[in-house]
């Protein structure tokens, strides 16, 4: 599986961003995809999941402000970012994860100045 990600970029606190991420087959076959994040110095961390049947998770820190959906059709997904804050600063990449293992798209940086 091949993941291309799209539209970080800089952005103040309180504002939002969406970031994209287009699969090269079908979303539906793939049991979940995910945006995971890393900041400098710390270690990668799941930000939200989006499994096969839809049901989705997310990070406790990101609850509320963030919201992870997709698009059957175009084999997109998206993570919708609001009410943002420094410490959201990261670079953001995403996942697929097909059972016997993990694609990873290249990352996008998002940094959100206070």
């Known amino acids: 599986v091949q993941l291309q990600a799209s539209g970080g970029g800089l952005v103040q606190a309180g504002g939002s961003l969406r970031l994209s991420c287009a699969a090269s087959r079908n979303i539906i076959s793939i049991n979940s995809m995910a945006w995971y994040r890393q900041a400098p110095r710390k270690e990668r961390e799941m930000v939200a999941r989006?499994?096969?049947?839809?049901?989705?998770d997310y990070a406790d820190s990101v609850k509320g402000r963030f919201t992870i959906s997709r698009d059957i059709a175009l084999n997109t997904v998206d993570l919708h970012m609001n009410s943002l804050k420094p410490e959201d600063t990261a670079v953001y990449y995403c996942?697929?994860?097909?059972?016997?293992?993990?694609?990873w798209g290249q990352g996008t940086q998002v940094t959100v100045s206070s």
């Open positions: 996942n697929a994860d097909v059972g016997t293992i993990d694609y």
């Open positions: 989006i499994f096969s049947l839809g049901r989705t």
